[in-house]
């Protein structure tokens, strides 16, 4: 099959083999177990470390979605090795994971980019890109028979994630599910990183997507996919899913036991 982005980050981020991939999401789920449910889940907010670091948090978002039935899933990322300016969404044929490889989804993808100036079909930003890419298996896990719409935002100003967030509201359905991955504050002690990820706690669980916004614009806090998040909890709302909760917080020094420089990491839902 022609146009199949490969993985960039098996063997570094998650294991390379389908069953050590499988035995450990497995067992990430399985240590993430939540008594409460979800209705109507629209999004949820992941981040996208190794998994030795993240996993357990990116877990308690993907079981808010256990036995639910989604045909499409728009993974929307940061891009960490390039800028460019624009929103790119593949414009191959599959990703590829130890675990096979999942379609995207080129109906939606074209009504996404049809019209606008700012997102367009292309393999800017998805080429060496982890921030998507470390969604899938945990998708391929849980879900069977979907498709992706993989986006990566070389821009996250205002305009250009408000504009994707008005696109997308257009085009899904209660059998799509937005994924806005991201990790949060970056290479600060523990306690200053609580002062800033606090900041998109509250945010998102007040579902204040202008707010969110303006704090990442005002350096109030930090969120490398923050972009995504606004965009994902922006066309939430627009389709009338305005109920958000923070699953799990937490950060990298719990596994390292270094508390003087740590990452962020956060899961969330956004539901009705």
Do not use: W
Request: proline share 3%; aromatic share 8%; hydrophobic share 40%.
């Amino acid at each position: 099959m022609k146009g199949i982005r490969e993985p960039a980050v098996a063997g570094m981020f998650y294991p390379a083999t389908s069953p050590k991939l499988k035995e450990q999401i497995n067992q990430l789920l399985n240590e993430a177990v939540q008594l409460e449910q979800y209705s109507n889940v629209a999004g949820i907010v992941s981040p996208h470390a190794g998994y030795l670091y993240s996993g357990k948090t990116a877990a308690h978002g993907f079981n808010s979605l256990l036995k639910r039935d989604y045909e499409t899933v728009i993974i929307i990322s940061p891009s960490h090795r390039e800028y460019f300016r624009g929103i790119s969404i593949y414009d191959g044929e599959a990703y590829r994971t130890p675990l096979g490889d999942v379609p995207v989804n080129k109906e939606m993808i074209e009504k996404i980019t049809t019209d606008s100036k700012i997102i367009f079909k292309g393999i800017q930003g998805h080429k060496g890109e982890h921030a998507v890419e470390v969604q899938i298996p945990f998708l391929q896990v849980i879900m069977n028979g979907f498709s992706i719409v993989p986006i990566v935002l070389g821009d996250q100003s205002r305009n250009f994630v408000f504009e994707l967030a008005d696109k997308l509201a257009l085009v899904i359905d209660d059998k799509t599910l937005i994924i806005a991955s991201s990790d949060l504050s970056h290479f600060y002690s523990r306690s200053m990183a609580d002062k800033l990820d606090s900041v998109v706690e509250s945010d998102i669980n007040n579902n204040d997507y202008e707010k969110l916004q303006s704090d990442l614009e005002t350096g109030r806090c930090e969120a490398c996919g923050g972009g995504a998040i606004v965009a994902m909890m922006r066309t939430a709302n627009l389709i009338n899913k305005k109920k958000a909760r923070v699953l799990f917080r937490t950060d990298s020094g719990d596994v390292t036991g270094d508390h003087s420089e740590v990452v962020g990491y956060l899961s969330a839902v956004i539901y009705s």
